[in-house]
């Protein structure tokens, strides 16, 4: 039978000699234990898979029309469409069709990628004759037109392959229509279809996004995919025929057979392919060791403003999402508390206005606890500051090491309402990001913004000294965008108001700009922030080790809505120390739970990401921004 025929036969096991038997095992058992070590370490040392399309899966989506081409930094692909083909086959027969015909497609098919078993299979199953529902008996229709009955009896069609891409294979498949078999006639089929390839999978998909379909059948552009410079002309559809007789014929459009070029708008993006992977598998693994909701996590270069990285998950599957859904882009859709993050942020500007000086003592606490009772001068009611552990007396700068609220409030509130209007103002919090990526949007089109605090809050004396002044101080009271926030830190550790861009434009710089606050408070900064992770008492002390101490500085976060019953876990890390280079902010969700500290579950996804970043460095290339490489238009040329 043609099946048997088709499979290849195994070896008898019986008849292999007891020493070839050991042999074989031996050496598999060895290749077993060889691929083990190296999962082992690549795990390790934060390496990714060798194979990441494999572990990440490439998506492809079926469109009606080529769109624009995405590449990151290198030229490598994100996004692109590609014009592939199905090819269905046209039967005329009396019998099944030879089987050198099923080997010569499997041979067509080979051309354009690995074929599989049912493939294989559906291929067989394609030129064997059907039953009588699904075949068409020509005799009869003759006899009923009162025809002559030509030499086959039946006809019957049926797809042979899908989304054949591979020009070769697609003219291998024309060769082969033009072939002659004994006892009956076949014809191909080509029919064109865009399919929307996404090279890197899920580990891109919040950033990248795609095209989702609405209920009034228009697609929605999600990510980057949303660039106006990416939008398709008029769609594209060529079938190629060709009948019984070899005579070949287009229908719908001019000859263009097997057309798999085209010239779309190419974006360049600022991403890098090798971090972004890297940072998924970060921010993925960070996620499912905690259990949390969500996730996500960005990389930027602090000379360039480049963002090299932004990844979330659980994955973003527009394909297949539906209503109530909250596998949504919270890369960049996300509003959080930023929690004790921000206190570098206010202590900086407080020593910045010179309202405290380094190494100016504090007490944390009331007789060595916890806990400190706000005594309010316009205000008949107090409000009880805890914090997680006993401080009690300390410098200034162990209130950011061992992250205490209490001196955080403490010093916030020496500087009064001026200060804090000044801290949102000059750093921007509330802006939302401007990355060209599609944000949700106010009832007046314009994108949704952070909030923060009201006017009446400021203005309110009894309300700003009891709730906002100090909820602001450790990062309470306000909910803004994570990128913000990391473009807030790197104005902080650089000095400069920052900029951040995703997309290479012409003219467009990014990267620091004005300078907002001086060396000598920056240089504090770093120095104290090295100590969160080198010091015993320090809240990301779980970092330490010989190849992050000195190199690896940052702030921990955590933050609990009681109402919402919601927790958020946050690291910002920044490095070299002493002269950031990079920056790397992770924010992780969780529901119902109360000890979700940052520097357990949020920070070792940045340390993953920057371990990565330190032993690529050695490559110049990624230290270059997209312009010195002569890309500065957001095109290839």
């Keep these: 039978m043609i099946r048997r025929s088709m499979q290849p036969r195994g070896p008898v096991f019986e008849e292999v000699s007891e020493r070839v038997f050991v042999t074989v095992v031996a050496v598999v058992s060895l290749l077993l234990a060889l691929a083990g070590w190296r999962v082992f370490v ?32 290198h030229g490598a692909v994100l996004a692109r469409s590609v014009l592939s083909y199905d090819v269905e086959v046209e039967c005329y027969g009396n019998a099944d069709l030879p089987l050198e015909l099923a080997n010569r497609i499997l041979a067509c098919l080979e051309l354009d990628r690995h074929v599989s078993g049912s493939e294989r299979e559906g291929v067989l199953e394609a030129l064997r004759m059907p039953g009588d529902d ?22 019957w069609k049926r797809e042979v392959a899908g989304d054949v891409g591979d020009t070769a294979a697609l003219r291998a498949f024309e060769e082969l229509g033009r072939a002659r078999y004994d006892g009956c006639r076949f014809r191909f089929r080509f029919v064109s279809r865009w399919n929307r390839v996404y090279p890197l999978g899920r580990a891109a998909a919040h950033v990248v996004g795609a095209l989702v379909g609405e209920s009034d059948g228009d697609d929605r552009a999600i990510g980057l995919e949303a660039l106006p410079a990416l939008v398709p002309g008029k769609a594209t559809t060529v079938r190629e025929l060709r009948n019984a007789r070899g005579k070949r014929y287009l229908r719908d459009l001019e000859p263009a057979p097997f057309a798999d070029d085209f010239a779309p708008e190419r974006i360049v993006t600022t991403l890098d392919s090798r971090f972004q992977e890297v940072a998924f598998d970060a921010i993925h693994r960070a996620v499912t060791d905690a259990e949390a909701e969500w996730g996500m996590i960005l990389l930027v ?50 020593l910045e206005r010179g309202i405290v000086s380094p190494g100016q003592p504090f007490v944390c606490g009331e007789d060595g606890g916890k806990t400190w009772r706000i005594v309010p001068k316009h205000a008949r009611r107090s409000r009880i500051i805890k914090d997680d552990h006993a401080v009690g007396a300390c410098r200034l700068e162990d209130i950011l090491i061992q992250s205490s609220n209490i001196g955080a409030v403490k010093v916030g509130m020496l ?25 949700p949007l106010l009832a007046d089109g314009s994108p949704r913004p952070g909030k923060l605090p009201t006017t009446r809050n400021f203005e309110n004396k009894a309300d700003y000294e009891v709730y906002t002044g100090p909820s602001l101080s450790f990062g309470y009271q306000l909910e803004i965008y994570p990128i913000s926030f990391a473009r807030a830190f790197a104005s902080l550790v650089t000095g400069h108001d920052f900029r951040m861009r995703l997309v290479a434009r012409a003219g467009e710089r990014a990267g620091p700009g004005e300078r907002i606050l001086s060396e000598r408070t920056v240089s504090w900064i770093r120095s104290t922030l090295v ?4 010091d015993p008492r320090g809240t990301a002390r779980e970092l330490s080790g010989p190849d992050m101490d000195g190199w690896l500085a940052g702030k921990t976060g955590t933050t609990i809505n009681e109402r919402r019953q919601v927790s958020n876990a946050s690291f910002v890390g920044f490095a070299p120390a002493h002269d950031p280079r990079w920056l790397s902010m992770a924010v992780l969700m969780k529901r119902n739970v109360r000890k979700f500290y940052g520097g357990t579950y949020a920070a070792p996804a940045v340390r993953d990401l920057m371990a990565y970043v330190k032993q690529s460095h050695t490559s110049r290339d990624v230290a270059r921004p997209v312009e010195e490489r002569g890309e500065s238009d957001g095109r290839f040329r």
């Design 531 to 534: 100590h969160v992770v080198t």
């Design 134 to 155: 699904f075949r068409r008996d020509l005799w009869q229709r003759a006899d009923v037109r009162r025809e002559t009955r030509g030499p086959w009896q039946y006809y």
């Design 42 to 73: 690549a795990h390790a040392d934060g390496r990714r898979s060798p194979d990441p399309g494999r572990v990440h899966g490439q998506r492809t989506v079926r469109q009606n029309a080529p769109r624009g081409t995405i590449v990151d930094r």
């Design 301 to 350: 270069d602090l000379r360039s403003g480049d963002v090299l990285a932004l990844a979330g998950s659980p994955t973003f599957d527009p394909e297949f999402r539906v209503s109530g859904d909250r596998d949504w882009p919270m890369t960049h859709w996300a509003r959080v508390e930023p929690g004790s993050v921000i206190k570098p942020l206010v202590l900086g500007l407080a």
């Design 415 to 439: 500087g009064g309402a001026p200060f804090h209007r000044e801290l949102l103002d000059l750093f921007r919090l509330g802006e939302a990001p401007e990355l060209g990526l599609p944000l």
